[in-house]
Each structure stands twice: as structure tokens, then as C-alpha cells.
């Protein structure tokens, strides 16, 4: 797993919603779906 830094947290946690896509097993992505996302200190909560 890659470590995030403070500026990738920062963003994605500013962020209300993201619209996430998922990958095939060929590579391809999935339609994005939009999910809820919560920044707690150093750890990103999606739903």
C-alpha cells in the first residue's frame, strides 16, 4: 500500500463526495460511483 502525504489527505478530505471507479481484471474501469468520504487525522473513511 502506498502512504499518502498531508497534501493528498488534505484534498481528498476537503472533498464531501468522490466519485470512485472501480478496475476490471482486464484494466478497463467500472462507471465511478459517488461515495461520502470523512478525514479523522491521518485515516480517510469512505462510504
Known sequence: ???W???DLGKIGAAKELDLGSERPDGTLRDPVAMWVVRTGDHLYVR
Open 5 to 7: 502525504d498531508d497534501s
Open 1 to 3: 500500500m502506498t502512504a
